[in-house]
Antibody, heavy 128, light 111 residues
Framework: QVQLQESGPGLVKPSETLSLICTVS?????????WGWIRQPPGKGLEWIGS???????YYNTSLKSRVTISEDKAKNQFSLKLRSVTAADTAVYFC?????????????????????WGQGTLVTVSS | DVVMTQSPLSLPVTLGQPASISCRSS???????????LNWFQQRPGQSPRRLIY???NRASGVPDRFSGSGSGTDFTLKISRVEAEDVGVYYC????????FGQGTKVEIK
């Protein structure tokens, strides 16, 4: 049974970098599937941030692409999210997830059947 | 970007009665591989989202058979045959054909 757990600071100052880690247990991130992040501002809907395939392409939401980096640490079976130059609009619950996406090139991605496994989520507040 | 529009946004229901949520996409969700990646998620209060339905009408593992999905092209529906108390929460449709986008959510509550 795969489990995902987010960790990281709950408070980030404006203009700084938000950094989160997702620790995966019960499944190796090198064994398949896409892994990524989704966020949910308080009281609002869900927004896909990006997804990656082990040793393959990483895909980002075009609205966040200039500020986001998702990377993997296969030795620790973890992956991370970095979001630069944050503002109050980036305040949200951040979920890590696993999905059966479909990559179709360097800049072409389909989330397919969507995230089938989710972490519990972690609230990150952007405030001075 | 593909826009997903759900209706209604709020749905008061009576226990044991049916409920229906509509989801419309701004363009066809038929993928080049022939599949239609329209999915439904349930988010109970204080919990992470949970996938209920994938590819229009396939129930995810462990999902009760009172949940069903239907539709094609740009118009889709989630139905709950008999609402139970544990069904309270927000329901999201999500398209996974063109990158991925979620609807605004429909809040289901008991009358």
């Amino acid at each position: 049974q795969v489990q995902l757990q987010e960790s990281g600071p709950g408070l980030v100052k404006p203009s700084e970098t938000l950094s989160l880690i997702c620790t995966v247990s019960g499944y190796s991130i090198t064994s398949g599937f896409y892994w990524g992040w989704i966020r949910q501002p308080p009281g609002k809907g869900l927004e896909w941030i990006g997804s990656f395939y082990h040793s393959g392409n990483t895909y980002y939401n075009t609205s966040l692409k200039s500020r986001v980096t998702i990377s993997e640490d296969k030795a620790k079976n973890q992956f991370s999210l970095k979001l630069r130059s944050v503002t109050a609009a980036d305040t949200a619950v951040y979920f890590c997830m696993r999905e059966s996406g479909l990559g179709c090139g360097d800049d072409c991605y389909s989330q397919g059947s969507g995230p089938e496994n989710w972490g519990q989520g972690t609230l990150v507040t952007v405030s001075s | 970007d593909v826009v997903m529009t759900q209706s209604p946004l709020s749905l008061p229901v009576t226990l044991g009665q049916p409920a229906s949520i509509s989801c419309r996409s701004s363009q066809s969700l038929v993928h080049s591989d022939g599949n239609t990646y329209l999915n439904w998620f349930q988010q109970r209060p204080g919990q992470s989202p949970r996938r209920l339905i994938y590819k229009v009408s396939n129930r995810a593992s462990g999902v009760p058979d009172r949940f069903s999905g239907s539709g094609s092209g740009t118009d889709f529906t989630l139905k709950i045959s008999r609402v139970e108390a544990e069904d309270v929460g927000v329901y999201y449709c999500m398209q996974g054909t063109h990158w991925g986008t979620f609807g605004q959510g429909t809040k289901v509550e008991i009358k």
